[in-house]
């Protein structure tokens, strides 16, 4: 075995570190723009920022493709369901990364007809603060996910595994703001 190696150059490495590699380098977002935010989003996509030189470009609108969705924008109660159902249609190993104040925290629309924060119902990974966030930040984000996927393993990939997971992230506060107007 040794002679048969002799001269010639291998690497050696897991397989999950090889999928991980791969995966981070070719995260397909899933865009739920409904407000200003989407325009820097837009904007983090196209030549000036090219979010592509970090193999995050290809955008697709049909959830089962993806496996990172970016709320950018105000989500009302109304939208609820429709980000939750595109949420639930995305394969694992996914992630989620919440876009400016609005989506993040209710921002500057304290009114019962907004979700205060989209984390009491999907699981974020990353949020961006900023009203709205530059394209910079964005690309910080994406990083920090990339990092997140780096660290990540298969094994950890199981169904009840990755629910818990998801649980876990989903806030806990003592009231929805909206419920005590
Ligand atoms: S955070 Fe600011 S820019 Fe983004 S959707 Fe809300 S109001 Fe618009």
């Given at each position: 075995m040794t002679s048969e190696l002799a001269g010639k150059s291998f690497i050696t490495t897991r397989i999950d570190k090889l999928t991980n590699w791969a995966r981070k380098n070719s995260l397909w977002p899933m865009?739920?723009?409904t407000a200003c935010c989407a325009i820097e989003l837009m904007a983090t996509l196209a030549s000036r920022f090219d979010l592509a030189r970090f193999g995050a470009e290809a955008i697709r609108f049909t959830p089962r493709q993806c496996d990172l969705m970016i709320v950018a924008g105000r989500v009302s109660i109304k939208e609820l369901p429709i980000l939750r159902r595109i949420w639930d249609q995305m394969p694992e190993p996914k992630w989620c990364i919440a876009m400016g104040a609005c989506c993040s925290s209710g921002g500057i629309f304290n009114t019962y007809t907004m979700v205060?924060?989209?984390d009491r119902?999907?699981?974020?990974d990353v949020y961006i603060p900023g009203c709205p966030p530059r394209p910079e930040a964005v690309i910080d984000a994406v990083m920090k996910i990339q990092k997140l996927v780096e660290q990540d393993s298969w094994q950890n990939?199981?169904?009840e595994l990755m629910e818990k997971r998801r649980k876990e992230k989903i806030y806990k506060g003592p009231f929805y703001p909206w419920r005590n107007r």
């Open positions: 865009p739920f723009g205060q924060g989209i119902f999907v699981p974020v990939y199981k169904q």
